[in-house]
């Protein structure tokens, strides 16, 4: 999994809130894994 959050503040700076993302990145990981055995080859 990724996580990526993004802080939103107030005028005076402070945190108010978080908005955040959560992406399932196993079908990435699996064509990252074979490119690099492709290049290995």
Known sequence: ME???I???DA???VT???GTLQDITERKEIEV???N???N
Do not use: A, F
């Open 3 to 5: 996580i990526n959050t």
């Open 38 to 40: 492709y290049m290995k």
């Open 12 to 14: 005076q700076g402070k």
């Open 17 to 19: 809130h978080v908005l």
């Open 34 to 36: 074979t490119y690099s």
């Open 7 to 9: 802080p939103i503040c």
